[in-house]
């Protein structure tokens, strides 16, 4: 008769087998779930340099993704906010994903958010999406000038900062958790030209 614990043995290292498969064919380098630290951002930094000097990046490019991979995970570390799930409590925890392929960087970011902060949240996405490099600019400026600071920093510098700095629109979904809680999705692109 099979042990039980063989079988919950071989579903993990199989689970482990089609999770890095996983990764392999999405392009992933790097995954990393949990608090996010002055630490921790100067590692993922550190890799993700090693990683680029290994591939000859342009200089540029590396400036870019360094730039978006701290803003980013600045992001987790001030607005990630507090949920509970079974006997686990998630505060200020979140995913930070890496891939890359021959086009372009690709940084995806995911945290709890409670559903009130939603609405404000996507406008100013939206409206980061919809304007050119010059009302990017202004904008930017004026946040700078005029904006209201959240009481954990920021006025949706982060959001103009990494589309200016990519000319890319920021790609970003909620994925409901429970009634009051969602999971913030943000993908950004860093063109490798």
Not at 7 to 27: A, P, R, T
Not at 46 to 63: D, H, I
Not at 77 to 92: Q, V
Not at 113 to 136: M, R, S, T, W, Y
């Amino acid at each position: 008769m099979a042990n039980p614990k063989d079988n919950l043995e071989k579903g993990f290292l199989e689970f482990v087998y089609d999770f890095y498969s996983s990764m392999k064919s999405h392009e992933i380098s790097l995954v990393y779930e949990g608090k996010v630290t002055h630490q921790i951002t100067k590692a993922f930094i550190a890799l993700a340099e090693a990683q680029m000097e290994e591939n000859e990046e342009a200089s540029k490019v590396q400036r870019t993704v360094f730039h978006v991979m701290v803003e980013c995970l600045q992001n987790i570390s001030r607005h990630a906010d507090e949920y509970e799930s079974g006997k686990a409590i998630y505060s200020g925890k979140g995913i930070f994903i890496v891939s890359n392929t021959d086009k372009a960087w690709c940084i995806t970011t995911g945290n709890a958010i409670v559903n009130d902060k939603i609405p404000g949240l996507k406008a100013i996405l939206e409206q980061v999406n919809a304007l050119n490099n010059k009302d990017l600019k202004d904008l930017y400026m004026n946040q700078m000038r005029e904006g209201r600071l959240t009481n954990r920093g920021g006025a949706g510098l982060g959001f103009i900062d990494i589309r200016r700095k990519t000319g890319e629109k920021l790609d970003y979904h909620f994925l409901p958790i429970t009634d009051k809680v969602s999971f913030f999705l943000l993908t950004t692109l860093i063109p490798r030209t």
